[in-house]
């Protein structure tokens, strides 16, 4: 069981002791202040004073706000760290849920670090809004935040949800879809056009059937700047280099003769490794996390998004975990597995 840290120490007794509404809803207000989610926002007032008063004098154009249903727009636009690839993804599908059931039109406002359309068209659902599009008067706006896994987010966020907005600006990356995560993201989503090259081109390296592995170092082999996360000495870097490797070479064993085998790594050093290897693919491109990447250039970030559609259409799917160096419990194999109904299963070691 992994020992809670002091913050959470104390939250739990609030929780407690004042109850859990009152204490998520503190946690959203210091939230959204402190990482400067309000910041832009201007005027006032209520939404409802100036309807009416637009109504009342007809005035067409200017009303436009107060006649269109209310929007929940799911925000990326570098006001706080959205997390990776999953993240983002599990947070979309998860606003998009909770719209759909509260009658909200849903948009998504991805600009950080890059624009989401070159990469991620829309489906069934026209969730792309421009900039010009997007409110910041606190009279029709305000941002709203989802805090914890550990809350109930559904009942969070509707008290947060109020009818003097028009739109709200929600900051989350918190999965309330579980196992219908495949269900909403085909409604969102389908590749765009340069993704679907990729995916033609692995597609044809790979065949119709081969197991997908996906290794998550972050900078323990030190060649995946992240965050604060510091790199092991130079014997357990081979020690657990030699690991991953023998993990491997069993998974491919165990493979059908001639099946391909996927691996997804954020170590380029390990990458470079397993492509000496028969029989593995691995996807070309740059090792970034979105979260810690400042390039605009939406290309940059195409290898992740195709090793989660290829890990998606794989036979099966594995992640690899060290218990002994502690790799971290990376849910990209896991949610790509899910959105393809595909067996999945995690290798300790």
Same mark, same amino acid.
């Given at each position: !069981? ?26 959203? =207000? ?9 910041? #832009?926002? @201007? #005027? ?14 007809? *005035?067409?154009?200017?009303? =436009? ?20 690839? @999953?993240? =983002?993804? =599990?947070? !979309? ?19 950080? %670090? ?28 305000? %941002? ?30 918190? &999965? ?11 409604? $969102? ?51 657990? $280099?030699?690991? /991953? !490797?023998?993990? $491997? ?16 790594? &954020?170590?380029?050093?390990?990458? +470079? ?20 990447? /400042?390039?605009?250039?939406?290309? &940059? ?11 998606? *259409?794989?036979?099966? +799917? ?30 300790? &070691?």
């Amino acid at each position: !069981m992994i020992p809670l840290t002091p913050k959470e120490v104390v939250i739990r007794i609030a929780r407690r002791v004042l109850g859990e509404n009152r204490v998520h809803d503190y946690l959203i =207000r210091r939230g959204i202040e402190l990482r400067h989610l309000q910041d #832009g926002y @201007t #005027g006032g007032g209520e939404v409802e004073e100036r309807c009416e008063e637009f109504d009342r004098n007809g *005035r067409k154009g200017l009303d =436009r706000d107060c006649s269109e249903r209310q929007t929940l727009i799911f925000m990326v636009d570098g006001k706080w760290m959205h997390g990776g690839l @999953t993240d =983002r993804l =599990r947070g !979309m599908t998860s606003a998009y849920r909770f719209a759909n059931e509260h009658n909200l039109d849903f948009k998504i406002f991805h600009t950080s %670090p890059f624009e989401l359309q070159e990469i991620l068209q829309p489906n069934k659902v026209d969730w792309k809004i421009s900039p010009s599009e997007i409110n910041y008067n606190r009279a029709f706006a305000k %941002p709203v935040l989802l805090y914890r896994e550990d809350f109930e987010n559904d009942s969070a966020l509707e008290r947060q949800i109020d009818n003097s907005h028009k739109q709200f600006h929600l900051y989350s990356c918190i &999965d309330t879809v579980n196992e219908k995560f495949p269900e909403y993201f085909n409604e $969102l989503f389908k590749p765009s056009t340069i993704l679907e090259k990729e995916l033609e081109h692995y597609g044809k390296l790979l065949g119709e059937t081969y197991t997908a592995i996906s290794f998550r170092f972050q900078n323990k082999l030190g060649d995946f700047k992240e965050f604060t996360f510091k790199e092991l000495a130079a014997s357990d870097k081979q020690n657990l $280099l030699d690991a /991953s !490797m023998n993990v $491997l070479k069993n998974v491919a064993e165990q493979a059908q003769a001639a099946q391909k085998i996927l691996v997804t790594a &954020d170590s380029p050093r390990f990458l +470079a490794e397993v492509e000496k290897l028969p029989n593995v693919i691995t996807v070309k491109g740059k090792s970034i996390h979105i979260d810690f990447n /400042s390039s605009k250039n939406a290309t &940059d970030y195409l290898k992740a998004f195709t090793e989660f559609f290829l890990i998606s *259409r794989a036979s099966k +799917a594995i992640l690899y975990r060290n218990r002994k160096y502690k790799t971290y419990p990376s849910n990209f194999p896991k949610y790509a597995a899910l959105l393809g109904n595909v067996p999945y299963q995690i290798v300790n &070691d």
